[in-house]
């Protein structure tokens, strides 16, 4: 029942993000060393996440190991104004909105599993969310 629940919230998500919003792309490629990274879009905007909590529908993502140091590249079809990036080792918020000037993150050294929100606006009325989850692995 839960997981209908998550599935039905998650498509109707991507149809506000999309569907009011079709003449603009935004959905992100995040890659890592040439893999894709598995990401999922969610409604509401990182100023409206007043909890230091990261976003639960994280929950229903692969993880993707990657090496220490390792740099994630986000690119999207058209390019926001403004990308902002919350992560999280554990339950525990390391970054909070943090402006992504170059699309690029430097994963941690320290081993663990990240998760990982980036908030992208393009203007007044288009923006989007969007979660990853990483392991850090030797």
């Not at 993880?63 to 140091?69: L, M, Y």
């Not at 941690?108 to 203007?123: C, F, T, V």
Request: a negative charge.
């Amino acid at each position: 029942m839960m997981e209908n629940l998550k599935l039905c919230f998650l498509a109707f998500s991507l149809f506000l993000l999309v569907g009011c919003n079709s003449d603009i792309v935004v959905s992100p490629n995040i890659t890592v060393e040439g893999e894709t990274i598995s990401t999922i879009g969610y409604s509401g905007t990182s100023a409206d996440t007043e909890s230091d909590k990261p976003p639960e529908i994280y929950e229903m993502l692969d993880i993707t190991v990657v090496k220490p140091k390792a740099e994630i590249s986000i690119s999207y079809k058209d390019t926001p104004k403004k990308v902002l990036v919350k992560s999280w080792y554990g339950a525990k918020l390391v970054e909070d909105d943090r402006e992504l000037k170059e699309y690029k993150i430097t994963v941690p050294s320290e081993e663990g599993i990240y998760i990982y929100s980036l908030a992208a606006r393009w203007n007044f009325r288009t923006a989007s969310n969007s979660v990853f989850v990483i392991e850090v692995k030797r």
